[in-house]
Structure formats: C-alpha cells, structure tokens
C-alpha cells in the first residue's frame, strides 16, 4: 500500500511493514462519528473520576516488547496499543498521569505503575505519586541493560 500524502516513512520501516499505510481514513461523517465517541468516554471519565480522582494502573497489561516489535507488521502495532490501553487513554483524552518505576521483572525489564487524575488534576496526581514514592523508596535511577 501507499502512504498518505506527507506521511513519511521511517528509515527502519520496510513497505510490507508499514502500520500507517493500513489505517482507516476518515470522511467528514466518520470524523464526527469519532469526536463523539471520545466525547463520551471523556463523560464517563469525569463521573469515575468525580467518585476515584487518581487512578492507579500498570503502564502496560504485558511485560516489555523487543526492541522494534512495533515494526513487524501491522498485528503488532495493534498488540502494543492493546497493551497500552491506559496510555492511549491518557493521550485520548489529554488526561495528566505519572509514570514510576517499580523495579524491574525476573528477566530484568522495567515495570511500573500509571496515576491518572482528572482533568487540570496535576497536582493530586504528582501527590500520590510522592506518596507511592515515600511509602516504596524511590527506585530509580534504573541501570540500563544492554540486549
């Protein structure tokens, strides 16, 4: 498939591989269709949130991904935002969040937990972050480990 006029390709990314060249375009009804989806799922945010106003969720539902496995091919972009939910939650919907790392797992990879707040809740949410912090100590700076 052909990319989208003034999407470029990343010098890493071979044709078959190409995860934009297989997105759905959008028509103006479509486009519409959209805002409204996210509209509600903003709605049903703020009334969670007006009962829970930090949320606190893995980074990721599934241990790190191999470097460039969102290059592989379409089915993997989808499992990486899959596993990403709560981030892709967070851009959707310009929510403020805080990522802290919580060790590493048994084969030495980064994990962490996600604070979400409600909208313009910066500051609840660098809180409970200070909290989580006081409570576990401070685990970072990781210790890269090179594959």
Same mark, same amino acid.
């Given at each position: 498939?052909?990319?989208?006029?003034?999407?470029?390709?990343?010098?890493?990314? &071979?044709?078959?591989?190409?995860?934009?060249a297989a997105t759905e375009q959008l028509d103006l009804v479509r486009y519409h269709e959209a805002v409204a989806q996210r509209l509600a799922i903003a709605s049903q945010w703020r009334r969670f949130h007006a009962t829970y106003p930090v949320v606190l969720g893995p980074v990721s539902t599934q241990q790190m991904f191999p470097k460039e496995f969102d290059l592989t091919g379409p089915a993997a972009t989808t499992e990486l935002w899959q596993a990403h939910r709560l981030l892709v939650t967070v851009n959707l919907l310009g929510?403020?969040?805080?990522? &802290?790392?919580?060790?590493?797992?048994?084969?030495? &990879?980064?994990?962490?937990?996600?604070?979400?707040? =409600? =909208?313009?809740?910066?500051?609840?949410? &660098?809180?409970a972050g200070r909290d989580i912090e006081t409570a576990v100590g401070s685990i970072s700076p990781l210790t890269p480990v090179m594959a």
């Amino acid at each position: 498939m052909a990319l989208r006029a003034g999407v470029r390709r990343s010098p890493t990314c &071979l044709p078959a591989h190409d995860n934009i060249a297989a997105t759905e375009q959008l028509d103006l009804v479509r486009y519409h269709e959209a805002v409204a989806q996210r509209l509600a799922i903003a709605s049903q945010w703020r009334r969670f949130h007006a009962t829970y106003p930090v949320v606190l969720g893995p980074v990721s539902t599934q241990q790190m991904f191999p470097k460039e496995f969102d290059l592989t091919g379409p089915a993997a972009t989808t499992e990486l935002w899959q596993a990403h939910r709560l981030l892709v939650t967070v851009n959707l919907l310009g929510l403020p969040s805080l990522a &802290l790392p919580m060790g590493v797992s048994a084969e030495g &990879l980064p994990e962490g937990v996600q604070l979400i707040a =409600t =909208t313009f809740g910066e500051a609840a949410c &660098l809180a409970a972050g200070r909290d989580i912090e006081t409570a576990v100590g401070s685990i970072s700076p990781l210790t890269p480990v090179m594959a």
